[in-house]
């Protein structure tokens, strides 16, 4: 069965970084479109980034120049490098795979940034 586990998040003061990760079990996902995904206290789940099989990448406009998504198919990984965190960030992220049948989650990584 595909399963996906996040790992990285954390408690950061505003303007630090973090890295989430998240691994990847049960399949090859090297031709899913891999993403990150958000959902803030009291707010709906929304897209952060997303990386095609084909490396394309697509961001949430609040977090483009600040967020990198990157995916290594060999490890089964996908990642998001987040820089200049701010308390709006602060979020569940849950790392997703999808294709035009298929929708697999992760269980979320919670991220909190607080002074």
């Known amino acids: 069965q595909a399963r996906l586990v996040e790992s990285g998040g954390g408690l950061v003061q505003p303007g630090d970084s973090l890295r989430l990760s998240c691994v990847g079990s049960?399949?090859?996902?090297?031709?899913?479109?891999m993403g990150w995904y958000r959902q803030g206290p009291g707010k709906q789940r929304e897209l952060v980034a997303a990386?095609?099989?084909?490396?394309?990448?697509n961001y949430l406009d609040s977090v483009k120049g600040r967020f990198t998504i990157s995916r290594d198919d060999s490890r089964n990984t996908v990642a998001l490098e987040m820089n200049n965190l701010k308390p709006e960030d602060t979020a569940v992220y849950y790392c997703?795979?999808?294709?035009?049948?298929?929708?697999?989650w992760g269980r979320g990584t919670q991220v909190t940034v607080s002074s």
């Open positions: 997703n795979a999808r294709t035009a049948i298929d929708n697999v």
């Open positions: 049960g399949t090859s996902f090297s031709r899913w479109t």
């Open positions: 990386i095609t099989r084909g490396r394309m990448t």
